[in-house]
């Protein structure tokens, strides 16, 4: 028999990572950074078909000190990197980032000197979404992940631990000119 049973109903049991992990993934607060075509399906998302409000984004926000989601929607050329890593920057911790598209995932189609190959060049990104340009659906879909992610985050100690671990795992890697596909 647990403590479960012996408490008188409407009791709650958890822990305050749990608490602080549910407050924060139902409340992000996105920032405006689309910078191509991407950033139409990211609008989109805002509007009554698919309602980001039912998660807790009703608003997307213009000052970065308010937000603590970026989603860079499109290519990032040379010259708006560095505004967006100042953007970055300037939003408070804790912050998560959404590459949205496959320019700002890869370079995309765009293999030439004016566009960044890749937004993990410039931030750290939480979260990659494929598609050129992807569907709110899939927007939507990995805000979701995102937020399941964020739910399960650690707080103080327990995260510099878990981000030490991630580091380690991170530099124990194989290169991927190792790589090998799979062989059936």
Sequence with gaps: MGIEEKLPSGVLLTTVEGVAGYMRKASFWPATFGLACCAIEMMTTGGPKYDLARFGMEVFRASPRQADLMIVAGRVSQKMAPVLRQI?????DPKWVLAM???ASSGG???????VQGVDHVVPVDMYLPGCPPRPEMLIDAILKLH???Q???LGVNRLAEIEAQEESALNALP???MKGLLR
């Design 176 to 178: 991927t000119s190792q």
């Design 109 to 115: 189609m765009f293999n030439n000197y004016a566009v």
């Design 88 to 92: 970055y920057d300037q939003m408070p």
């Design 152 to 154: 399960h985050t650690k």
């Design 101 to 103: 598209g496959v320019c």
């Design 148 to 150: 399941d992610q964020v």
